[in-house]
């Protein structure tokens, strides 16, 4: 059975995004793992989260540049950064996970 990878940051964003929810599991900054529960989906997010404005050009060239995606934290209820690089898997509601491979 192959493996289900997640090889660059676009694809990175578009399972999260397609996705209600999600798991990531993520390396922070200071070496600790991270396991968050997070979405891009705003029915979940409340609405005094919301961004002011969704630039998505800005936000793709960003993206590319630094390799950095936030997310809608659903247990902190707060935004958070992701960074590609840091990312190990990320799982869906049906339990399928996607390697992250850098």
């Known amino acids: 059975m192959p493996e289900d990878i997640i090889d660059n940051v676009i694809d990175f964003l578009n399972r999260i995004r397609t996705e209600d929810e ?3 599991k993520f390396t922070k900054k200071d070496g600790t793992t991270r396991i ?3 979405t891009l989906n705003f ?4 609405r005094e989260d919301h961004p002011k404005e969704v630039n998505l050009p800005k936000i793709l060239k960003l993206l590319k ?5 936030h997310v809608y934290d659903l247990e902190k209820h707060a935004w958070r950064s992701v960074p590609f690089e840091a990312a190990e898997w990320i799982e869906t509601p049906d339990r399928r996970r996607f390697r992250v491979k850098k």
């Open 36 to 38: 968050m529960k997070c």
């Open 43 to 46: 029915g979940k997010i409340p």
């Open 22 to 24: 999600v798991t990531i």
């Open 65 to 69: 540049a630094s390799k950095i995606l």
